[in-house]
């Protein structure tokens, strides 16, 4: 098996509250981006394995999902239309 270096990227986790010196790559990994966030299959997460990000984009994502519910119904829009649109963009 061969890595794609071209979308590989390299996160170093640490514990919350101690900062160690930057630990180094070995010579056939430096062509590798190191990042302190990633994004692994839909979660957010940081070098310090917290979720707050993924948490702030997941509440930011669901109160425009909210406000354009809102928006749909002060258009007039029926109550089944504006269910059949809630489970078509939440529930799917």
Do not use: W
Request: proline fraction near 2%; charge should be positive; hydrophobic fraction near 40%.
């Amino acid at each position: 098996m061969r890595l794609n270096q071209k979308e590989a990227v390299e996160i170093v986790c640490h514990a919350r509250g101690r900062h160690r010196s930057a630990a180094k790559q070995p010579a056939s990994l430096r062509n590798i981006e190191r990042v302190s966030r990633i994004k692994i299959p839909g979660v957010l997460m940081n070098n310090q394995l917290s979720m707050s990000g993924h948490i702030t984009a997941l509440l930011s994502s669901c109160a425009r999902t909210l406000y354009g519910l809102r928006v749909l119904r002060a258009h007039g829009l029926s109550q089944d239309c504006l269910e059949q649109v809630f489970r078509s963009t939440v529930q799917c």
